[in-house]
């Protein structure tokens, strides 16, 4: 009896999690096609079955933060960040919303604290170079840096280069 009490309740437990990674994977398809209300309508009601749940609180935060709530994407991060101070990515996702909010100088030492604990942490490079440009002290994305020696001569090989850049700053025009 006690055998198959704990086997019914094994399988309404995995029901509920596969049922939140669908839910999961349709919030992000949600945020895919621009639809972030919804999204995060999504995101909201995996949180109110499984509100200790990190990626739903991480992604709702960012697609809060992308409609404008500010404040609500900070309360999530912030929840996050005080369950585990060493989320780098949600640190990296504050910090990106710092600058977004008009306080650039907090979101650069958000980022120079992950970048202590993980000094090789390319999203978190990248987005201090981005905090830096944003306010005309940066430099050139990394990747741009290296091109002049590296860039492959053929024109087919560059553009897929190029495409990679994209992902880095949207722009290639300077090669």
């Not at 994977?25 to 995996?46: G, K, P, T």
């Not at 910090?95 to 978190?124: C, F, I, Y």
């Not at 830096?132 to 001569?153: D, H, M, S, V, Y």
């Amino acid at each position: 009896m006690k055998a198959a009490l704990l086997g019914l309740a094994l399988a309404v437990a995995s029901l509920g999690a596969s049922a939140d990674e669908a839910a999961l994977e349709n919030a992000r398809s949600l945020v895919l096609e621009a639809r972030l209300s919804q999204a995060v309508d999504a995101y909201s009601a995996i949180l109110a079955r499984s509100p200790a749940e990190r990626e739903p609180r991480l992604e709702r935060g960012r697609a809060l933060a992308w409609l404008g709530r500010h404040d609500e994407a900070l309360a999530d991060l912030d929840l996050l960040l005080a369950r585990d101070p060493d989320d780098a990515e949600a640190s990296i996702a504050r910090a990106r919303l710092l600058g977004w909010m008009g306080r650039p100088a907090e979101g650069e030492a958000q980022v120079l604290r992950v970048l202590e604990a993980r000094p090789t942490d390319v999203d978190a490079r990248l987005t201090l170079e981005d905090r830096r440009r944003w306010q005309g002290r940066g430099t050139a994305p990394p990747a741009k840096q290296a091109l002049p020696e590296a860039a492959p001569r053929d024109r087919r090989a560059r553009l897929d280069v190029g495409l990679q850049l994209d992902a880095l700053d949207g722009d290639r025009s300077d090669w």
